[in-house]
T-cell receptor, first 122, second 107 residues
Framework: QVQLQESGPGLVKPSETLSLTCSVS??????????WSWIRQPPGKGLEWIGF?????????NPSLKSRVTISVDTSKNQFSLQLRSVTAADTAVYYC?????FGGGPYFDLWGQGRLVTVSS | EIVMTQSPATLSASPGERATLSCRAS??????LDWYQQKPGQAPRLLIY???TRATGVPARFSGSGSGTEFTLTISSLQSEDFAVYYC?????????FGQGTKVDIK
């Protein structure tokens, strides 16, 4: 059973870089049918797609965040990562890693991590 | 980007009642729409993909319909575990976009 687990600091100072890692267990980040994604949710608000990475390294980012975001993948460690630069309080959110599955009628986000609350504050 | 608008924002209903949730896209998304359920403190869970196909393990009381710009999620008879927030999400275009959610709470 494939599982995702986010890790990283829960507190980041304004203007600094938010860094999170998603570890994939029970499956491979090199799957041909998976886009490995980041989605965030500010407290009490809705969901915002940040972007994805494919195991080849191909990426696609939300234009609203594109200038500040980098998503990378480490196939040797079976994990992928998010970096969000120059953060402000507006970036305070629960950050989810998720799998977008392109198989069996997809794509859809069929697998999610439990979420990591990241607070931006000095 | 495609804007997804859900209505109502909150739906108050009693167990056993039928619930109808709406989702509208700002432009045609064909049938490229998914529905998710989110309970407090939990990650979203896939309910419906391709506008009308139930995901594995989703009870038959959940059904999805629609295409183009108008979509509906119906819960035929609300159970206690169905009180949650529901999101629609389009995958016809990049970026992926979600509706703002409909909260189904107990009347």
């Amino acid at each position: 059973q494939v599982q995702l687990q986010e890790s990283g600091p829960g507190l980041v100072k304004p203007s600094e870089t938010l860094s999170l890692t998603c570890s994939v267990s029970g499956g491979s980040v090199s799957s041909d049918t998976s886009y490995w994604s980041w989605i965030r949710q500010p407290p009490g608000k809705g969901l915002e797609w940040i972007g994805f990475i494919y195991h080849s390294g191909s990426t696609n980012y939300n234009p609203s965040l594109k200038s500040r975001v980098t998503i990378s993948v480490d196939t040797s460690k079976n994990q992928f990562s998010l970096q969000l630069r120059s953060v402000t309080a507006a970036d305070t959110a629960v950050y989810y890693c998720a799998r977008e599955l392109w198989f069996g009628g997809g794509p859809y986000f069929d697998l999610w991590g439990q979420g990591r609350l990241v607070t931006v504050s000095s | 980007e495609i804007v997804m608008t859900q209505s109502p924002a909150t739906l108050s209903a009693s167990p056993g009642e039928r619930a109808t949730l709406s989702c509208r896209a700002s432009q045609n998304v064909n049938s490229n729409l998914d529905w998710y359920q989110q309970k407090p403190g939990q990650a979203p869970r896939l309910l419906i993909y391709g506008a009308s196909t139930r995901a594995t393990g989703v009870p038959a009381r959940f059904s999805g319909s629609g295409s183009g710009t108008e979509f509906t999620l119906t819960i035929s008879s609300l159970q206690s575990e169905d009180f949650a927030v529901y999101y629609c999400q389009q995958y016809n275009n990049w970026p992926r976009t979600f509706g703002q959610g409909t909260k189904v709470d107990i009347k």
